[in-house]
């Protein structure tokens, strides 16, 4: 069974920091790009970010300056590092390997005072 997991996510007050991480094996993660993609209630998912099997990283405009990715090959581990989060980053979080469209569980990050 494929998984994907993530972890790290919680509640945070507005300028905070949070670091998602997302599991999985190695078939998932060698030589494919891995994604983050949030849901906010009563909105569509949006997409977040992507690092390729190179390490290039992609950002949407709405978390670039403030959210990294990063991904560990060794531990089949990709991590999203937010800093200077603010309400509206409020969603769960979701990672995605696009090849073969596998999706986590999600995680929820509320930023709130």
């Known amino acids: 069974q494929v998984q994907l997991v993530e972890s790290g996510g919680g509640l945070v007050q507005p300028g905070g920091s949070l670091r998602l991480s997302c599991a999985g094996s190695?078939?998932?993660?060698?030589?494919?790009?891995i994604q983050w993609y949030r849901q906010a209630p009563g909105e569509q998912r949006e997409w977040v970010t992507t690092?390729?099997?190179?390490?290039?990283?992609f950002y949407a405009d709405s978390v670039k300056g403030r959210f990294t990715i990063a991904r560990d090959n060794a531990k089949n581990t990709v991590y999203l590092q937010m800093n200077s989060l603010k309400p509206e980053d409020t969603a769960v979080y979701y990672c995605?390997?696009?090849?073969?469209?596998?999706w986590g569980q999600g995680t929820q990050v509320t930023v709130s005072s």
């Open positions: 190695g078939t998932i993660f060698s030589g494919n790009s």
């Open positions: 995605r390997q696009p090849r073969y469209d596998y």
């Open positions: 690092i390729t099997s190179d390490n290039t990283p």
